[in-house]
């Protein structure tokens, strides 16, 4: 079993940044790619950005540019710095977790809240 635990939401207006932080427990050795992603009120959850063990990074085109990915093997953390943020990237952040050997997401901290408002 594999624990998550978001940190690093909040309020900020447009154009400004936020760095959330998830740190990762349990059977962490077991983690093949660590996952960014989120949900706005009334839509699906939706991919932001992935980083697998050995630094492979996938964006959402929606964040390209704006957001970066990035994870610390020794602290067992992942991070996602988001710059230029916009109204439309307020949602619910989820970290995520993939196993080795497996293409899903198994994984998922409790979410922390990013809302971009003037």
């Known amino acids: 079993q594999v624990q998550l635990a978001e940190s690093g939401g909040g309020l900020v207006q447009p154009g400004g940044s936020l760095r959330l932080s998830c740190a990762a427990s349990?059977?962490?050795?077991?983690?093949?790619?660590m996952g960014w992603f989120r949900q706005a009120p009334g839509k699906q959850r939706e991919l932001v950005a992935t980083?697998?063990?050995?630094?492979?990074?996938d964006y959402a085109d929606s964040v390209k540019g704006r957001f970066t990915i990035s994870r610390d093997n020794a602290k067992n953390t992942a991070y996602l710095q988001m710059n230029s943020l916009k109204p439309e990237d307020t949602a619910v952040y989820y970290c995520s977790a993939r196993p080795r050997g497996t293409t899903r997401y198994d994984y998922w901290g409790q979410g922390t809240q990013v809302t971009v408002s003037s």
């Open positions: 980083i697998t063990r050995g630094g492979i990074i």
């Open positions: 349990g059977s962490i050795f077991s983690i093949a790619a």
